[in-house]
Each structure stands twice: as C-alpha cells, then as structure tokens.
C-alpha cells in the first residue's frame, strides 16, 4: 500500500494547547509549489479503495488531512456526502478543484483537525497518513471526541506513521505511533481489520519506507455493559 508521503503540524499546535501556536505543514508548501501538479495524485489512495465496502450511497464521510481530495472526492463520487479537513489552504483549492471537474460536492473545511469540525453523526470518519501529525498529548482528546462524532454502528478507518521504520523528510516533525497505540484508541469498538507493514514513498526524490499501523473499527449499536461492583 502507499499513502504517498509524509507531512508535518508542529508540536505544540492546536486548539487544546495552553499557548496555542498554529499547527503547520510542508505539504502546504508542497501544494503551492505547483497549482497544477497533484503532489499525491488525483487517483484514490489504497487505503481508500480498501474501505469502499464501508462507503454505501448517501453515507456521511468525514476525511481528515484530505489534502489535495483524491480520497474525499472518490468517496464523493461513490455517493457519499463528505467533509473535508485540512490545513493546507492551497491543498483545498486543488480539492475544490477536483471535485468540480468530476462533477461532485464535496465541504471542505481549512483548519487543524483538533479544531472545529461538523458535529456529525459520520458513518465513517477516514485519514489517510494524517493522524500523525497531531502530537500525543492531544490525541486521547481527538480520538474521543471521533468517538462521539461515529454513528452508532459506524466506522473509523485510520492508517498513521509508527516508529518502527522512521524515515524523516521535507524537515517534518511526525509524533509516531508505537505499537498498539492506535488499536488502544477503540476499546471496546469491533475491529475489522488491523495490521501493520511497511509502505513504499518516494516523495524526496529517494524510494525509501514507513511503517505503519491500519486500523478500521465499528463503533458498537450500544455501549458495552460496565462491569458490576463487587
Ligand atoms: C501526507 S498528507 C496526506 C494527504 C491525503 N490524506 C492524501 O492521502 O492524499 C497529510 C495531510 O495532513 C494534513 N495535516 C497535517 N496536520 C494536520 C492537522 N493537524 N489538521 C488537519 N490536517 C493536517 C497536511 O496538510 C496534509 O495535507
């Protein structure tokens, strides 16, 4: 599987942060390097085709990082009404862009993914290579908050960097995920899938690997039984 790159949000970024300092990205950069060029292509990821089964007409979507809206806009296109989430205001415009041209609507929303989103309820909340751009400290915070935004017997689907092959590029600052750190995020939830391998990226020029964890989770109809008091 590729995902097509790697990305950056400062550390300290975020709407939780006792000093907020605004969360930034080199992909922005990328983006606007050429107005032209799609940086991740304008095909589906991998990932994405993966959780089309997920993705039934009419479904909310909700893709976090879309970047440039390769994924957004395929979901788009299978009938899904999605909501995009960037940083990256020159990524969204490319998004826009290609949305247009293939003929379909998807919201697009410019700001970090800890910051204001759509209330949902989403029948699936999607990112592709971006969850690990949020520091840890926020993300129990961010993850919890997804939770609630999940329809009852819906989805997540998330594929993030781990630090067990770490290739750094484009001066990007990733807060990696150990292993396991993503499955602890969905106690509780059904696993559908989970996995870890190493991808294949070559957006510095060089082909090199991550590794990764992939994750797709139901959130449960009802919550699951506390455990009685002794
Ligand atoms: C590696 S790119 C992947 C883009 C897209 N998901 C794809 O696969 O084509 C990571 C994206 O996450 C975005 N990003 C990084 N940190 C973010 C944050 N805190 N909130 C929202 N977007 C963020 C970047 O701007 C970038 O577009």
New binding site residues.
């Given amino acids: 599987m590729t995902?097509?790159?790697?990305?950056?949000?400062r550390p300290s970024?975020?709407m939780w942060s006792a000093a907020p300092v605004r969360?930034w990205?080199p992909?922005?950069l990328e983006y606007a390097r050429d107005p032209e060029r799609y940086v991740?292509g304008t095909a589906p990821?991998d990932w994405a085709r993966e959780v089309v089964p997920l993705v039934r007409h009419g479904a909310t979507v909700l893709?976090?990082?879309?970047?440039?809206g390769?994924?957004s806009v395929f979901f788009a296109e299978l009938g899904a009404a999605v909501t995009g989430?960037?940083?990256?205001a020159d990524?969204l415009d490319k998004a826009r862009r290609l949305a247009r041209r293939r003929g379909v609507r998807v919201r697009l929303i410019e700001?970090?993914?800890?910051g204001a989103l759509p209330a949902g309820p989403f029948d699936l909340i999607f990112?592709?290579?971006?969850i690990h751009?949020?520091p840890r400290a926020q993300r129990g915070r961010l993850f919890r908050r997804l939770a609630a935004m999940t329809r009852p017997g819906g989805h997540q689907a998330h594929v993030v960097f781990t630090d067990r092959l770490v290739h750094e590029e484009k001066g990007e600052i990733v807060d990696y995920f150990t292993a396991g750190e993503l499955r602890e995020a969905f106690v509780e939830w059904q696993v559908l899938r989970s996995g870890e391998q190493v991808i294949s990226c070559a957006q510095d020029g060089s082909v090199h690997g991550h590794s990764v964890e992939e994750l797709v989770v139901a959130r449960p109809m009802v919550p699951a039984p506390r455990p009685s008091a002794p």
């Fill in positions: 995902i097509g790159g790697t990305g950056v949000a970024g975020g969360p990205s992909w922005a991740f990821s893709d976090l990082g879309c970047g440039e390769r994924d989430v960037d940083l990256a990524g700001g970090p993914m800890t990112s592709c290579g971006a751009y949020v």
